[in-house]
């Protein structure tokens, strides 16, 4: 067990809906980081927080938002979803840029 | 823009032999961290070995451990006396320890399939 947390562990929606996805870092850590999984693009990085800012992006789409709460847990929205969004998602989190990464254990999305 | 780059889709090593998994590298930075994950059926991410690309000595943690070669770019991780339990993607993973862009988000080689067979 990493200490991060993810729920829901499954979600399936259909095609055009939305969904957040929630995140809880481990105790003590500051930073959060999004990544997608998917057959044909692998693992992706889409965003990172560090205490409630915005800090880097990567390859994610403008149906894609994220945001890190005073509490530290962070949510990722996706919205117009479409079948390409099928994925699974992690969520990571660190003490800064300098530590390791722990990977929650991520969201399976499966959109019909 | 930093790659990595895993060219063995899938690997087999017998109960406990030894096996060696490649990754190669392309970056212009002098300063990065290279790690191994390990990702079993259960889909979990879990970190197995990092090095930082300022030091010479290979990191080991129990039995696994890395040839990191700097100057040719390649970073190979090794399971000695193999586990069933060992059987998972591996995947290789750079980051930048360069302050500012990228802050310090990992990028991900394609993985390797490792199959441990009794």
């Known amino acids: 067990d990493s200490g991060v947390t993810q729920t829901p562990k499954h979600l399936i929606t259909a095609t055009g809906q939305r969904v957040t996805l929630r995140c809880s870092p481990r105790?003590?850590?500051?930073?959060v980081y999004w990544y997608q999984q998917s057959l044909d693009q692998g693992l992706q990085f889409l965003i990172q927080y560090y205490n409630g800012e915005e800090r880097a992006k990567g390859n994610i789409l403008e149906r894609f938002s994220a945001q890190q709460f005073p509490d530290l847990h962070s949510e990722l929205n996706l919205s117009s979803l479409e079948l390409g969004d099928s994925a699974l998602y992690f969520c990571a989190s660190s003490r800064g840029r300098d530590y390791e990464q722990y990977f929650g254990p991520g969201t399976r999305l499966t959109v019909t | 823009a930093q790659t990595v780059t895993q060219s063995q889709p899938e690997m087999s090593v017998q109960e406990a032999e030894t096996v060696t998994l490649s990754c190669t590298y392309d970056?212009?930075?002098?300063?990065?961290?290279l790690f191994w994950y390990k990702q079993p059926p259960s889909r979990q991410m879990i970190l197995v070995i990092r090095q930082e690309a300022y030091k010479q000595q290979n990191a080991t943690e129990n039995r696994f451990s890395v040839n990191f070669q700097k100057a040719a770019k390649s970073f190979s991780l090794k399971i000695s006396d193999s586990q069933l339990g060992d059987a998972a993607m591996y995947f290789c993973?750079?980051?930048?320890?360069?302050?500012?862009?990228?802050?310090?988000?990992?990028?991900f080689g394609k993985g390797t399939k490792l199959s441990v067979k009794p």
């Open positions: 970056t212009s930075e002098s300063d990065y961290y």
């Open positions: 993973a750079y980051r930048s320890a360069k302050y500012g862009g990228s802050q310090g988000n990992l990028i």
């Open positions: 105790s003590g850590d500051l930073s």
